[in-house]
């Protein structure tokens, strides 16, 4: 019982530490892919390549002064970006991040919590998450802040209906909401990644993975291209890193998730008996193919407006994934 407190302690600090610098790095990354599309440097002078510049970054972070609008509750100020940050690190609890290995005989499972419901935890643990925009927006005592967080509020519960729709059809397929039983069930062939069988739950639940995560061009949680940040308005410092902290952890976590669910996971990939990608590997490159293509729309699509976002939504998102675990069913059957 020890060993297993002590194994489990280890597994959070490692997580947490891990992501926090993947989610400070991820911004570096994506200053320089943004700075490819666009036919310019990005980070170049801070370190060799511009490497340390998000140490740079998280330096002014530190120790700017943190301001406290007149009028705003204090409690609730500084708790909403705990709030996004604990959200994103706690759903990553039933992520199983890569296979079983050893170390000096010991055999380590890369999964903090082996829960029956990985899934449903996820989606619900990251939802909790719509606190923080919401907190912040109320407490900030001023209407920019008020209008983002209610914005935020109104996107990610609607995104969160057609997430959770999306990933019913493949979930009668494997039978369990465990992801661990999601990536055993596509063990073999890559034919039998659940991408090929759910296409569109695939699709549906990409789509609902970037308006949940305020990524572009679905951002309008907080609108870059606006004079004012949203429910981040009246943050600085500390506090408003770990808003992004959190949403680029939460995309870490969602890439696993959906690389578990839709494209075999962390089982090794064979090409044809020549050779072999192994499970670790295959699984931490379909994450970086997911962090790249984050970025990659942010390059290259617009900005829609809230009432296309909604419309879209509503009209054709949810329809397709009710349709789809409809088809499903029949199929089953």
């Known amino acids: 019982m020890d060993a297993f407190i002590i194994e489990t302690i280890i597994k959070v600090l490692v997580v947490v530490l ?67 940050l604990v959200s994103a690190m706690t759903s990553m609890v039933a992520i199983p991040f890569l296979p079983e290995f050893e170390i000096a005989g010991y055999k380590v499972t890369p999964i903090i919590s ?53 990933i019913l059809a493949p979930i009668m397929l494997v039978g369990s909401l465990s992801l661990i ?38 951002d309008l949680l907080e609108h870059e291209a606006e004079i004012v940040a949203g429910y981040c308005t009246e943050y600085s410092g500390l506090k408003w890193g770990m808003f992004f902290i959190a949403e680029y952890a939460h995309m870490f976590a969602f890439s696993f998730v959906v690389s578990l669910i839709f494209l075999g996971g962390f089982n090794p990939i064979s090409f044809f008996g020549l050779f072999e990608i192994a499970g670790g590997l295959a699984i931490i490159l379909k994450v970086c193919f997911f962090i790249f293509l984050f970025m990659w729309v942010r390059a290259t699509l617009p900005h829609i407006r809230p009432d296309q976002l909604m419309n879209m939504c509503w009209k054709n998102l949810m329809p397709l994934a009710l349709l789809n675990v409809l088809i499903t069913g029949i199929v089953l059957l």
């Open 114 to 166: 082996d829960i029956n419901v990985g899934i449903l935890f996820f989606i619900s643990v990251g939802a909790v998450g719509i606190y923080a925009p919401l907190l912040a927006g109320l407490s900030s005592n001023s209407k920019y802040s008020l209008i983002g967080g209610s914005r935020a509020c109104i996107q990610v519960l609607s995104f969160e209906v057609v997430s959770g729709l999306s």
């Open 18 to 84: 891990v992501f926090s610098f993947l989610g400070g790095f991820a911004t570096y990354i994506e200053r320089k892919v943004l700075g490819y599309f666009q036919r310019r440097l990005g980070p170049s002078y801070v370190g060799p390549f511009g490497l340390l510049q998000f140490g740079a970054d998280a330096i002014k972070l530190f120790t700017k002064e943190d301001m406290l609008p007149k009028g705003a509750n204090k409690l609730i100020f500084a708790l909403a970006p705990v709030v996004a």
């Open 181 to 218: 039983a999601m990536n055993d069930y596509q063990s073999g062939s890559i034919l039998n990644w659940l991408v090929f069988k759910q296409p569109l739950a695939f699709v549906l639940f990409l789509i609902a993975g970037y308006a949940e995560l305020n990524r572009t061009p679905f």
